[in-house]
């Protein structure tokens, strides 16, 4: 009876030893898992904007040239003469009915001169010794006098340099008077300058030459060079 009791002992121990946990085949399976791959970001394209071209201001018009200037010369006593602006050449048909109704003319044009403060020959014509005569005395004007040219709101001071003679008879002389460089044909004007011009008919009848021309101007004129050098408000 005791031997069978030590042989159920035995089984007993035996089967409580099977039931004893083995680490190895209770261990927890992992499951190795691959990572997400990153979410990939898909930027939106954008379309450039082309820059917009400014448009440039166009510069404002220059104010047109008034119908009259006028002419101020402190060392004969003229003060405010005015000038009447035309085209044409100096002392031709219209030049002469101008000072020959009162005013000095100033031609324009391809035979003429330019106006005030321009660079290039702003010419102006007038009578010496009929109607107002307004330049009877310029023949004794000298190097440094000023003569001042009063258009619109702006006053252009010129100072006499030189003398010339223009000859009504020699078309070459005419062309010099008229000349962008007074008396020099052909050469390129690089500034504004005068020619204030008036008959010689006093020194033309000394010398005993009579001539005169349809509009009675005699042969000569005795011509008052000059160089803007001054600009200032009227």
Request: with cysteine.
């Amino acid at each position: 009876m005791v031997r069978t009791s030590l042989v159920l002992a035995a089984v007993v121990a035996v089967t409580s030893a099977c039931t004893v946990d083995d680490p190895r085949r209770s261990a927890p399976t992992t499951t190795t898992s691959s990572p997400s791959p990153a979410p990939t970001s898909t930027r939106p394209t954008t379309t450039p904007t082309p820059s917009a071209t400014a448009t440039p201001t166009p510069a404002p018009e220059a104010a047109p040239e008034p119908k009259r200037s006028f002419v101020t010369i402190p060392a004969i006593g003229l003060e405010d003469f005015p000038v009447v602006r035309y085209r044409g050449s100096p002392d031709d048909g219209p030049g002469t009915a101008l000072q020959n109704a009162g005013e000095m003319a100033s031609p324009r044009g391809a035979r003429g001169g330019v106006g005030p403060g321009e660079i290039g020959n702003h010419i102006i014509t007038g009578h010496r010794l009929t109607g107002t005569a307004p330049l009877r005395d310029s023949p004794s004007l000298r190097r440094g006098d000023r003569i001042l040219v009063r258009t619109g709101d702006t006053v252009f001071v010129y100072e006499v340099r030189r003398t010339r003679w223009t000859s009504f008879r020699q078309p070459r002389s005419l062309q010099a008077q008229r000349a962008p460089v007074p008396g020099r044909i052909g050469e390129e004007a690089t500034e504004p300058m005068i020619t204030l011009s008036t008959c010689a008919t006093l020194e033309d009848h000394a010398a005993g030459n009579y001539w005169s021309d349809e509009f009675d101007n005699p042969e000569h004129r005795i011509d008052k060079i000059g160089v803007l050098v001054d600009t200032r408000p009227a």
